[in-house]
T-cell receptor
Framework: AQKVTQAQTEISVVEKEDVTLDCVYE???????LFWYKQPPSGELVFLIR??????QNEISGRYSWNFQKSTSSFNFTITASQVVDSAVYFC????????????FGTGTRLKVLA | GAVVSQHPSWVICKSGTSVKIECRSL??????MFWYRQFPKQSLMLMAT?????????EQGVEKDKFLINHASLTLSTLTVTSAHPEDSSFYIC???????????FGPGTRLTVL
């Protein structure tokens, strides 16, 4: 069975602090994809990143960075120098290679960045 | 990039009426469309998967007679909530996948309120 765990329900930080959102996944597939999405109060999901299981390189995009470690089945997301506009719910998702292309979403982490 | 629209963005209806939500892929052909439901402060839960020209596959616990899904073309899927009740009030999100890729592109969501 596939599963995504985001153990942090809610995190509050002060602006300019760095914050890491954890994501741990379970899958028996050897080929799979991992995603991060941002959901601001408007509700629309904003795509942040997709990573396939064969690419363990860490990625940096501006203030965002992702650490993918297959050894620990984790795909953590770090925001550097957080800003108030980063306040949102962040979801990690997993898509296996079973042919159904379904996404399994984690429960989400609500990030509050305080001014 | 791939764009998915939903209409309406919000709807309020009386208990017992039916509501139809449209999901369109604007710049690509969607082989598969997915429908999710999200209750407040919860994650996205997959309701059903629909392939163009085929019957939808519903997730366990989702009433197929209550949530009618039609995927009549490669750019349009509709979700009809029949005989809606207040407990059906939720945020409904669709996504679409092209044949060439396993990535889902999400619509902006439809907020349904049943009085």
């Amino acid at each position: 069975a596939q599963k995504v765990t985001q153990a942090q329900t809610e995190i509050s930080v002060v602006e300019k602090e760095d914050v890491t959102l954890d994501c741990v996944y379970e899958t028996r597939d050897t080929t799979y994809y991992l995603f991060w999405y941002k959901q601001p109060p408007s509700g629309e999901l904003v795509f942040l990143i997709r990573r396939n299981s064969f690419d363990e390189q860490n990625e940096i995009s501006g203030r965002y960075s992702w650490n993918f470690q297959k050894s620990t089945s984790s795909f953590n997301f770090t925001i550097t120098a957080s800003q108030v506009v980063d306040s949102a719910v962040y979801f990690c998702a997993l898509s296996g290679y079973s042919g159904t292309y379904k996404y399994i979403f984690g429960t989400g982490t609500r990030l509050k960045v305080l001014a | 990039g791939a764009v998915v629209s939903q209409h309406p963005s919000w709807v309020i209806c009386k208990s017992g009426t039916s509501v139809k939500i449209e999901c369109r892929s604007l710049d690509f052909q969607a082989t598969t469309m997915f429908w999710y439901r999200q209750f407040p402060k919860q994650s996205l839960m997959l309701m059903a998967t629909s392939n163009e020209g085929s019957k939808a596959t519903y997730e366990q616990g989702v009433e197929k007679d209550k949530f009618l899904i039609n995927h009549a073309s490669l750019t349009l899927s509709t979700l009809t909530v029949t005989s809606a009740h207040p407990e059906d009030s939720s945020f409904y999100i669709c996504s679409a996948r092209a044949a060439r890729d396993n990535e889902q592109f999400f619509g902006p969501g439809t907020r349904l309120t049943v009085l």
